[in-house]
């Protein structure tokens, strides 16, 4: 576990400070729309896309500063980054040493396949995590910055709950990195799942039938900023529900792993 953190700790490093900015980034642009004037032109903006603006994560009127937070800071495009940094994540676990020809040689130290997969899966939850507390405090700096009052309660479930997300969907990603051994092609598998699930759940936003239930199903749906930011809830059983996918991921990657054949 160690010695994949050493290898890891840049890229999370680096990636801390592009989300960092980004969330102190979203919150200032509010400021700057409600100081400057150009809100109402903004909210024309989002309304004249109609129906497409869904596919911005934008479901309901920018009027409160809870409201912007919910679609520009906790959701919306900002999945697509974190998608990114689990794809590339998820996909160098196993699929990056296979193709560098070093898996046989970590095999040959005194662990069990199964230590290898776990620890590095606890490498990337402690990545996506420190990644998700980074966004927390930055929030809070720019809501202090900008003398917007803070839930910071409200703010930390959300970052909670999207982390369970982001676990979930990496879960499955590790599995899907499983079918091949070249690390370009394992890359578009798992970005090509992440992004794929993602732009389904926001497409399919209005959908009925089976449509709706297998939305209903995704990780995503799973994720509601606006019942946990704007009316304070907390939703236990869905991350319950997230963690268990989770785990489910993890423990289906470790299966096709112990299995998986080891070119020499």
Known sequence: MKQHAKTEWVSVVVWSVILG??????????????????????????????????LFGITEDLATFSTWLQFFTFGGWLS?????????????????????????????????RWQVILARWANMA????????????????????????????RYLTAEVNGFL????????????????????????YTLGLGFGLYFFHLGTDQATGVLKTIRGALPFALYDTHAI????????????????????????????????????
Do not use: C, N
Not at 80 to 107: K, Y
Not at 174 to 179: G, P, Q
């Open 21 to 54: 900015a980004f969330g102190f980034f979203t919150v200032v642009m509010w400021d700057m729309a409600v100081t400057q004037g150009f809100m109402a032109d903004f909210k024309a903006l989002m309304d004249s896309l109609g129906p497409i603006r869904v």
């Open 80 to 112: 697509l980054l974190l998608l990114a940094f689990a794809a590339m994540f998820a996909v160098g676990i196993v699929t990056r040493e296979m193709d560098r020809r070093t898996m046989e040689f970590l095999l040959s130290l005194p662990v069990a």
């Open 126 to 153: 402690l990545a996506l995590l420190i990644l998700h507390m980074t966004m927390f405090v930055s929030v809070l700096l720019g809501a202090a910055a900008v003398g917007e009052e803070a839930a910071a309660a």
């Open 165 to 188: 997300v982001m676990l979930a969907v990496s879960g499955f990603m590790l599995v899907v990195s499983m079918l091949t051994d070249d690390y370009g092609r394992g890359l578009i």
């Open 229 to 264: 930011i704007g009316k304070g809830e907390v939703p236990l059983g869905d991350m319950a529900a997230l963690a268990a996918m989770a785990l489910a991921g993890l423990g289906l990657s470790i299966w096709l792993f112990q299995r998986k054949q080891i070119t020499v």
